[in-house]
C-alpha cells in the first residue's frame, strides 16, 4: 500500500475525501485505519464515495462499538493489531 490515512476525528472527513480522489486519480494504492469518534466519518456521504477506490479500510472495533453502536459497519472491523499492521505496510502514513 502507498499511503495509509489513519483517520482519528471525524472533522477529517472532507480532507481525507479529497486526499483519497487525488491519491485515486494518481494510480495510488491508497487505504484507512479509522479510530476514536474517527470511525463515524463513515456516516459522511463524500468520504464513502472516494473510500470506494481505497484498496483496505478498517475500523478499531473498540471505537466501532462506542461511537456507532448498533449501526452495521460497512468497513473491516479489526483491532489496533490490524492498525499496526497496515502501518507496516504502508510508504506513507498520513494522521488526520
Known amino acids: 500500500m502507498d499511503v495509509l490515512l489513519h483517520i482519528t476525528t471525524p472533522d ?3 480532507v481525507a475525501a479529497a ?4 491519491l485515486s486519480a494518481e494510480g495510488a494504492n491508497w487505504g484507512c485505519f479509522l479510530t476514536n469518534d ?12 472516494a473510500a470506494k477506490d481505497a484498496e483496505r479500510i478498517a475500523v478499531c472495533e ?5 461511537h456507532m453502536a448498533g449501526q452495521d459497519c460497512p468497513a473491516e472491523r479489526g483491532s489496533q493489531t490490524v492498525n499496526s499492521a497496515l502501518m507496516a ?3 506513507q502514513v498520513v494522521s488526520l
Open 12 to 14: 477529517a472527513a472532507p
Open 19 to 22: 486526499l483519497g480522489r487525488a
Open 38 to 49: 474517527g470511525v463515524t466519518v463513515l456516516n459522511d456521504a463524500g468520504f464513502v464515495d
Open 62 to 66: 473498540h471505537s466501532w462499538d462506542l
Open 89 to 91: 505496510e504502508a510508504g
